[in-house]
Structure formats: structure tokens, C-alpha cells
Nanobody, 124 residues
């Protein structure tokens, strides 16, 4: 069973930055696709970014391109989401997800394992 634990959320002013971390429980996560999703109050969970197990392939949602950066450190079993130039509309619970496939899915159903989320609040 893969366990994912997110951290790094908090309250930040618009224009600020945060770095989210997702610590994983097993070394085999190094062979997995990892993704970040977010869910704002009253909205569906939406794709933010995904990274292949090697880090060689990365996808971003259009809404975060140029502002967010996903990365992974397989030696530390950790995936990161660097978020810059934050906007109030980025406010949401951010979830880390993992799947053993090689496909970087854009929808939640592509991912088998999920963390419990970390709240990011961006004030205007």
C-alpha cells in the first residue's frame, strides 16, 4: 500500500510563493507517475501537474503554466510543487497522487493512490 503525505500548504498573499511536498512510503514509488490535483470549495477536483517516474516528461494545466513547477527527488521518495505568483483563484486543497502506469493522466481516475491533501489559501 502506497501512502502519500502532503505538506507545505498555508496562507499566503497574492503574488507570493509556496512549495508543497509529497512524501511517499515506499521506494517503488520511484517507478510511478506522480501528479498534483486541487479542489476548491464547491468545485470538482482538477489536474494541476504530473511528472513521469524519470522526471523526463511533465505536464501542466494551462492555468498554472509558467507559475508552477513540479519536480521529484527519487532518492528522497518525494515530489514537489513549487508555486509562484500565486493568485486568489489558486486557493484549494492540493492533493498528491500516484499511479503505477506510465501514462501521465489529466483526470483523477487515472491515479490509484492519493494523499489527504494540504490547504493552500491565497489572500488578495
Amino acid at each position: 500500500q502506497v501512502q502519500l503525505v502532503e505538506s507545505g500548504g498555508g496562507l499566503v498573499q497574492a503574488g507570493g510563493s509556496l512549495r508543497l511536498s509529497c512524501a511517499t512510503s515506499e521506494r517503488t514509488v520511484n517507478r510511478r507517475v506522480m501528479g498534483w490535483f486541487r479542489q476548491a470549495p464547491g468545485k470538482e477536483r482538477e489536474f494541476v501537474a504530473a511528472i513521469s517516474w524519470s522526471g523526463g516528461t511533465i505536464h501542466y494545466a494551462d492555468s498554472v503554466k509558467g507559475r508552477f513547477t513540479i519536480s521529484r527527488d527519487n532518492a528522497k521518495n518525494t515530489v514537489y510543487l513549487q508555486m509562484n505568483s500565486l493568485k486568489p483563484e489558486d486557493t484549494a486543497v492540493y492533493y498528491c497522487a500516484a499511479d503505477s502506469s506510465t501514462y501521465l493522466g489529466f483526470a483523477p481516475h487515472y491515479y490509484e493512490y492519493w494523499g489527504k491533501g494540504t490547504l493552500v489559501t491565497v489572500s488578495s
